[in-house]
């Protein structure tokens, strides 16, 4: 079974300050792999989609780089900002041969908190 | 507007009763999921469903029922059975062809009191 863990499970920085959140998961065999975001008492948004023959995806101040092989992603924020405080979760989705779709696993997510 | 709804926002049940959560979405996608958010323990999969009149279950199933009769409509009935409903529960749905990118409403706190 897929297992997707996350570290740090908690994370403060000041304000400005470039980070990286880390991923990693059990099988390589995945589709592709989702970073979302998540603000208290609301739903996921999605972030940024890597499929699984890319190397990295960007968008606006994050970029989020994939090594299959080695079972690992990573979330790079630049010049953080208070806005950015929110949970961020990492989901693989498995690659089932022959069913259309696979299933995502979730990690537990990263609590971050950007202070002024 | 493109999107996932759900409803209600909160939804309190008294023990023994049965609840429905309403999850609908007009982005024309087949696959539909429910979680289930507890704090401290992740997201969790109840059913999932890749195409009309068809669902699989999860990793915590038990205690919920669900249907799927339109592809714009995945309803979650919990039931008496579930011995502890109290969380949040969200809904989501994947695109297709190729990119199967997944996308959640704005989730239903449900209180058992």
């Known amino acids: 079974k897929q297992e997707v863990t996350q570290i740090p499970a908690a994370l403060s920085v000041p304000e400005g300050e470039n980070l990286v959140l880390n991923c990693s998961f059990t099988d390589s065999a995945i589709y592709n792999l989702q970073w979302f975001r998540q603000d208290p008492g609301k739903g996921l948004t999605s972030l940024l989609l890597i499929q699984s023959s890319q190397r990295e995806q960007t968008s606006g101040r994050l970029n989020a780089s994939l090594d299959k092989s080695s079972g690992r992603s990573t979330l790079y924020i630049a010049a953080s900002q208070p806005g950015d405080s929110a949970t961020y979760l990492c989901a693989v989705r498995s690659d089932d041969r022959g069913s259309t779709l696979g299933r995502l696993y979730f990690g537990r997510g990263t609590q971050l908190t950007v202070w002024p | ?113």
């Open chain 2, 1 to 113: 507007d493109g999107g996932i709804t759900q409803s209600p926002k909160y939804l309190f049940r008294k023990e023994g009763q049965n609840v429905t959560l309403s999850c609908e979405q007009n982005l024309n996608h087949d696959a539909m999921y429910w979680y289930r958010q507890d704090p401290g323990q992740g997201l969790r999969l109840i059913y999932y469903s890749q195409i009309v009149n068809d669902f699989q279950k999860g990793d915590i199933a038990e205690g919920y029922s669900v249907s799927r009769e339109k592809k714009e409509s995945f309803p979650l009935t919990v039931t008496s059975a579930q011995k502890n409903p109290t969380a949040f529960y969200l809904c989501a749905s994947s695109t297709g062809l190729g990119r199967y990118e997944q996308f959640f409403g704005p989730g239903t706190r449900l209180t058992v009191l």
